[in-house]
């Protein structure tokens, strides 16, 4: 055996061993699905037809893989691969048809990298449009 190189003691063998699976067994903050935000128009109302203002935000700290938006059987996709936080502001067109207190709803999805998925839900309710004031001269 070479001069100044010693096996090591097989109680710091055993030390080293326990004290790493200690560390395995303590409980550690894991994180978990991502979290998911649905902005709707103010007062969650909109008229129809209209344009709705709606904004998404994803966050996940293992990062994100995919997150979309549904409305009126339309999905569209927010860039988010491998993000930690992605947002989507989408102006909504709301067709005409619809009748005052008639709901729409709103559907978001995100999955991070690790496979956890996450859905939130937000509706609008389609109300009268102002009444145009034609006004009166003097």
């Known amino acids: ?70 409305i009126l059987g339309r999905t569209e996709e927010i860039d988010a691969f491998d993000r930690i936080e992605a947002e989507g502001v989408f102006l909504w067109p709301i067709p005409a048809g619809f009748v005052p207190g008639q709901v729409i709803e709103i559907a978001a999805f995100a999955k991070d990298l690790v496979g956890d998925r996450t859905t939130a839900t937000a509706s609008v309710t389609v109300v009268a449009p102002p009444a145009l004031g034609l006004g009166r001269r003097p």
């Open 1 to 70: 055996m070479r001069r100044g190189l010693r096996p090591p003691a097989a109680g710091a063998v055993a030390l080293a061993l326990l004290a790493i699976a200690a560390g395995c067994a303590e409980d550690r903050l894991r994180p978990g699905p991502p979290t998911l935000t649905i902005a709707p128009p103010p007062g969650n109302v909109v008229t129809s037809p209209d344009t709705a203002l709606i904004i998404v935000l994803a966050r996940d700290d293992n990062g994100l893989d995919s997150v979309t938006v549904t």
